[in-house]
């Protein structure tokens, strides 16, 4: 007989992709059992179906926690939304819900988003069907330990809340896609659901209009430009972008001088001016101090209005840079092989048909037809700026993809087991505790087979590099530094030695010919503004800052300089005027340089650590300049604190707390 399924809705925020893993997995698996599942990102729910928020009767939301407890980017509307205070306490009495939240408890806000998430929905009047999941990163097999549990939990009081009509457990009816089969349902703690290709991949003649349509300066470039080509139609499929903005994005020019501000989707392309070792050769860790600049629409602007037109970077003290990261060429090169693709090939990349927004795109790529839903990427620039191979360690998902393209056998036996929930912590030591990565297990599992169409949709994507900003924009106008430690560890078990993506590449990297594409975030850090007058001044303020730590307070020192700088030209302006003066500048015979003028400057502590005063002492002329200057002021010793931890008699004995 026919049944109607029961509509599921799935809501998920993730700043990585951990959670939006999760919330396939869970749509995956709410298909076997006969439910209709619609997975979006939150903020795509806000913008297409809010009117119906009330009405659904049963969602999942699986929430991750970034930063210090914030909200991942693609959920930031929704929860505005729901903790407006003019929202009745019974306005979603008939919604059934029930939160999975992913978290690491090595951070103080632990899994914030998920708990707040989880108050606010039984605030508003909504049901838990279960009671709040909680994944912790720092459990031994990661969230898959306590989502393996919450699971089996959560079809079984969905059952319970939605059951079956009698006697549909093996009758004829009709699925969703009306197909009639044998119904069985699967026993809660089955998760054996057959993967799906989240996109069509079609590989593209070298005769094509589409091909060869954009020119870039470099790989990297191309790149970072397939990067954001891949965002944009991922956030086409899931709501967030109508289908005209690829094509509005790709006819842009990715980092063009003028064309508003930048972000992650137009990142700017800043030039490496100097590279330097911040730490003495005899020291264990490479660290750097990179000064990049950026471009500028004018050169030479008086009035203040064109000025700040000019300004498209803009950031404060505190704020975040993000870095996209170019993967090392042998690594696109062996995957290219392993996977026998062609890095010089084309390919149109489209939603999967049955979610296609074009149906007439997959069979009308002769360049004639609308591709609103469609990009074009050759095949290196795709693998270069989207797939990280060679850093981030795969998901279980990947591994169940593998097995689906493996040929019975050692390796197909093995790949099942490390999918499934049995297998989690061996899958942890052989994966998560070794680091291995796409490359690696690829190599290891040589007998599996992945086309690019399942490459493209299960491997982890290459995420941006976030870094503090250590320096002042109005001290350094159009220029941003960056102060970073080139990572370099030995895995626990194959004794591998391994180098930060990022920070690697970073360090490699030649002043004056390297461009880098960035884009600047809000921090977390919020500083008082130094800009104030007397006797309004900004309170004291203690800044603890122990290695590369001491960035965002080397960038708020800077800001407080230059308003130093800037007041005592004030002085000197008045002074010229004939105009009354403070009784300090009297008394330093008008020299405002002198630093007694710090009685213009609230107290200011520097706290920094490290190991070696002779070796990772980073920054010290500035921390002399801004003794001198008086910036840095107050007791004790002066404003400046140090703590060398390696340098006194006895190693663990500090002789300040860092």
């Given at each position: 007989?026919?049944f109607q399924p029961q509509p599921l809705l799935i809501l998920y925020a993730s700043q990585t992709g951990n959670a939006q893993d999760v919330a396939e997995l869970i749509a995956r698996e709410s298909e076997r059992r006969y439910y209709q599942p619609r ?131 093996a009758t004829a009816i009709e699925n969703v896609t009306g197909v009639t089969n044998l119904f069985q349902e699967p026993a809660p703690e089955d998760t054996s659901g057959i993967l799906k290709p989240k996109y069509t991949v079609t590989m593209l003649p ?149 979610q296609n927004l074009n149906t007439n795109n997959r069979n009308n790529l002769d360049g004639s037809s609308d591709l609103s839903s469609t990009i074009v990427l050759q095949i290196g620039s795709l693998i270069a700026g989207v797939l990280d191979v060679d ?268």
């Amino acid at each position: 007989m026919a049944f109607q399924p029961q509509p599921l809705l799935i809501l998920y925020a993730s700043q990585t992709g951990n959670a939006q893993d999760v919330a396939e997995l869970i749509a995956r698996e709410s298909e076997r059992r006969y439910y209709q599942p619609r997975v979006l990102p939150a903020d795509a729910y806000l913008c297409t179906s809010l009117s119906q928020f009330p009405s659904e009767q049963a969602t999942i939301f699986v929430v991750s926690t970034t930063g210090q407890g914030d909200p991942p980017e693609n959920i930031t509307e929704f929860w505005k939304f729901l903790r407006r205070k003019s929202l009745p306490p019974n306005s979603l009495s008939s919604m059934s819900v029930a939160v999975f939240g992913l978290g690491d408890s090595g951070y103080l806000k632990y899994n914030t988003m998920g708990k707040l998430l989880y108050r606010r929905l039984e605030a508003l009047g909504a049901g838990a069907l279960i009671p709040l999941g909680l994944g912790d990163d720092q459990h031994k097999s990661g969230y898959d330990a306590a989502l393996d549990l919450w699971l089996p939990q959560l079809w079984k009081a969905l059952r319970n809340k939605f059951p079956l009509q009698p006697a549909t457990s093996a009758t004829a009816i009709e699925n969703v896609t009306g197909v009639t089969n044998l119904f069985q349902e699967p026993a809660p703690e089955d998760t054996s659901g057959i993967l799906k290709p989240k996109y069509t991949v079609t590989m593209l003649p070298n005769n094509s209009p589409l091909v060869g349509r954009k020119k870039y300066n470099s790989n990297y470039e191309a790149a970072v430009a397939a990067a954001a080509a891949v965002d944009s139609l991922d956030a086409v499929i899931s709501g967030l972008l109508p289908a005209t903005s690829l094509l509005s994005s790709s006819s842009s020019s990715i980092g063009a001088e003028g064309s508003g501000r930048y972000s992650a989707a137009h990142p700017v392309f800043a030039m490496l001016e100097k590279n330097e070792r911040v730490t003495s050769e005899t020291h264990f860790q490479d660290v750097r101090l990179l000064n990049f600049s950026f471009p500028s629409i004018a050169s030479t602007l008086d009035t203040v209005a064109n000025t700040e037109e000019a300004k498209l970077v803009e950031f404060e003290p505190g704020d975040i840079i993000a870095v996209w990261p170019q993967q090392r060429e042998e690594s696109i090169k062996a995957l290219c092989s392993r996977c026998e693709l062609d890095p010089e090939a084309w390919v149109a990349i489209t939603p999967p048909q049955e979610q296609n927004l074009n149906t007439n795109n997959r069979n009308n790529l002769d360049g004639s037809s609308d591709l609103s839903s469609t990009i074009v990427l050759q095949i290196g620039s795709l693998i270069a700026g989207v797939l990280d191979v060679d850093s981030a360690i795969p998901r279980r998902s990947f591994f169940q993809a593998l097995a689906q393209h493996c040929p019975p056998g050692l390796h197909a036996d093995r790949l099942k087991y490390f999918a499934s929930a049995q297998g989690r912590d061996d899958l942890h030591e052989y994966c998560r505790r070794e680091g291995r990565t796409v490359l690696e297990v690829l190599t290891d599992f040589s007998t599996a087979k992945l086309s690019l169409e399942w490459l493209f949709s299960y491997c982890p994507r290459l995420r941006p590099r976030r870094f503090s900003v250590a320096s002042s924009l109005e001290l350094l106008p159009n220029k941003a530094q960056l102060l970073v430690a080139v990572a370099e560890w030995t895995t626990p078990v194959a004794r591998r030695r391994r180098k930060g993506l990022c920070s690697a590449w970073l360090a490699g990297l030649d002043p004056g010919t390297s461009r880098v594409a960035m884009w600047v975030e809000r921090g977390a850090l919020k500083f008082p503004s130094p800009a104030e007058a007397p006797p309004n001044l900004p309170p004291p303020v203690i800044l603890i800052g122990p290695g590369t730590g001491v960035a965002p307070f080397r960038s708020y020192l800077q800001h407080r300089l230059f308003w130093h700088h800037q007041k005592q030209q004030q002085q000197q302006q008045q002074q010229q005027k004939g105009l009354q003066i403070t009784s300090d500048s009297v008394e330093n015979g008008g020299n405002p340089s002198s630093s007694s003028n710090n009685s213009n400057e609230s107290p200011c502590v520097l706290v920094f650590g490290c190991r070696n005063q002779h070796g990772d002492y980073y920054c010290r002329t500035d921390w002399e300049e801004m003794l001198a200057a008086g910036i840095l002021s107050g007791p004790p010793s002066n404003g400046l604190l140090t703590a060398f931890s390696r340098d006194t008699e006895k190693k663990n004995i500090c002789p300040t707390p860092h």
